[in-house]
């Protein structure tokens, strides 16, 4: 693969921030972005993210991962179930951004089709990138939905997979802010909507970008 390979972690609607974030990496047309899923909830602009997902592929390679987020999001304005643990965890922030008043018709197609392309996974000759957790005894294609998206490195800490790559995920927020960094798996939710930042990671020179909430720069220390 040519091209660097860039992992961002968890945005929950700081739309903001993740346009501040790609336009410090200046992606060009040989790079890979792969977001790690929560792009929806938590924060103020669910529905910019989206769109700004939706467009950037026009720069760049992008894979975009199946976050819990999105499953609930999923469940509820294309499976039509019934919204309530939606709304429990950060629904109601994401139905404002659309201008919600009580017809999800107000989602965009295109979105619903966002929703709908979304990997489990993905992987290169080095790395692999799975939104939440991994059982390390099973192929990737293998993997139980209910660990790839919600399962916490706080309730399980895998072990080295067995084939030997080196894992980036999400999902598990450092409430200080600061990236999980072991040998065998980085985890790059740094708690963007909480008052930390959004993180990017060249996952082959290991270059950090991060910005917060507002766009503004953590500069390395």
Known sequence: MSGRVIAIGDIHGCSVALRSLVDLIAPQSDDTIV?????VDRGPDSR?????????????RVVSLYGNHEEMMFEVVV????????LRHGGVDTLD????????RVIPETHREFLSGLADYFQ???????????????DLEEQPPELL????????MPTPHRNGLRAIVGHTHHRMG??????????????????????AMDVESGQIWQVDSNGLVREPE
């Open 97 to 104: 951004s659309y201008g919600f008043v009580g017809d999800l």
């Open 149 to 156: 998206r919600w399962i916490k490195l706080t309730d399980v």
């Open 35 to 39: 977001t790690l899923g929560d792009y």
């Open 79 to 86: 499976d039509e179930k019934p919204p309530y643990d939606w």
């Open 124 to 138: 290169t000759e080095t790395h692999f990138f799975v939104h939440a957790n991994y059982d390390p005894n099973r």
């Open 178 to 199: 600061e990236i999980l960094d072991l040998p065998h798996l980085v985890c790059l939710d740094t708690y963007c909507y909480g008052g930390f930042w959004l993180t």
């Open 48 to 60: 910019g993210v989206i769109d700004f997902l939706i467009e950037l592929p026009k720069q760049c």
